[in-house]
Nanobody, 124 residues
Framework: QVQLVESGGGLVQTGESLRLSCAAS????????MGWFRQAPGKEREFVAL???????YYADLVKGRFTISRDNAKNTVYLEMNSLKPEDTAIYYC??????????????????WGQGTQVTVSS
């Protein structure tokens, strides 16, 4: 079974950038669709981005044009490059994985594996 560990969070100012990483253990990483979600205090967990096992990529409208998701199957790692950060991007960011063939990519319950999360704070 794949285990996920996020890293790269931190405190930045508005307009700055961060790169999150999610390292996966296990030999079947390439079979998983890998997503990023975030959860701000008092809010529900929301979809950020997804890269499927076939290389399709999807973004939430709120981050489209600012965030870039990518994966390196040789390194068992998925990345989230975040540019032009805003205070409203402040949240705990989680990576998630699913083996399902058909799923609602924006629904956290459709994902079977989760990392522990990494805090991103954007000051104004």
């Amino acid at each position: 079974q794949v285990q996920l560990v996020e890293s790269g969070g931190g405190l930045v100012q508005t307009g700055e950038s961060l790169r999150l990483s999610c390292a996966a253990s296990g030999r079947t990483f390439s079979n998983y669709a890998m997503g990023w979600f975030r959860q701000a205090p008092g809010k529900e967990r929301e979809f950020v981005a997804l890269t499927t096992r076939n290389g399709y990529i999807y973004y939430a409208d709120l981050v489209k044009g600012r965030f870039t998701i990518s994966r390196d199957n040789a390194k068992n790692t998925v990345y989230l490059e975040m540019n032009s950060l805003k205070p409203e991007d402040t949240a705990i960011y989680y990576c998630a994985a699913t083996l399902r063939s058909y799923y609602d990519r924006t629904n956290p319950r459709e994902y079977d594996l989760w990392g522990q999360g990494t805090q991103v704070t954007v000051s104004s």
